[in-house]
């Protein structure tokens, strides 16, 4: 089955299309008059939702919009990277299969969740946790990779396959699109878009 097959099928995704996840109410971007509502950061293999923003399709002209958002899009995304090989890197259990029932592999995963968050705000543990090059990282316009990269990968994360979809909702993008070229403008984002 497809990564958007699966993701179809779960609990997760019923919820958020049934708006029973408690994410916070629409908000105006600062400087904007549209409201846009909170959205998780995914690749082309998922959907264009309401809550889910996924990249542009294709290349794009430097100094476009479009390769602006996509650009702004895959650091937002490269976060969430970063917390899953760093997570797999030390709790290896993470690097194969899970053999449990769901719901003991799913007491697992939470149980890794709170030990990263708890290892992250500790000041102390976070030294040894998450040493300096730990992270992803841009130097000159540059990704310069995290030590996590290092780590051999023994296959529990598949590559994600592109399911084509239909793509509603696109105003949203395109209003995320248009603050991220004005009022949400970085001053160094014109460097490498």
């Not at 690749?43 to 399709?57: C, G, N, Q, T, V």
């Not at 130097?139 to 310069?144: C, N």
């Not at 051999?152 to 598949?158: A, C, D, I, M, V």
């Not at 949203?172 to 004005?182: H, L, V």
């Amino acid at each position: 089955m497809s990564d958007g097959g699966v993701f179809k099928d779960t609990i997760f995704l019923k919820k958020l299309e049934a708006d029973n996840l408690g994410l916070p109410l629409a908000e105006t971007l600062v400087g904007r008059n549209k409201e846009v509502p909170y959205v998780l950061v995914s690749d082309s293999a998922f959907p264009l939702a309401e809550h889910i923003m996924k990249p542009y399709p294709g290349d794009f002209p430097k100094g476009s919009k479009q390769r602006m958002f996509n650009y702004r899009l895959s650091r937002a995304r490269r976060i969430v990277e970063n917390v899953f090989g760093i997570i797999a890197s030390v709790f290896r259990v993470l690097r194969r299969p899970i053999l449990l029932q769901p719901e003991n592999a799913e007491i697992i995963v939470m149980t890794i969740a709170h030990l990263h968050n708890f290892l992250r705000k500790n000041s102390e543990s976070q030294r040894y946790y998450t040493p300096l090059g730990s992270f992803d990282r841009e130097e000159a316009g540059q990704i310069v990779e995290g030590s996590w990269r290092n780590e051999p990968n023994t296959g529990s994360l598949l590559p994600l396959r592109n399911v084509p979809r239909r793509a509603p909702l696109k105003h949203i993008r395109e209003e995320f699109s248009d603050y991220f070229c004005n009022e949400g403008k970085v001053p160094w984002q014109d460097r490498y878009c």
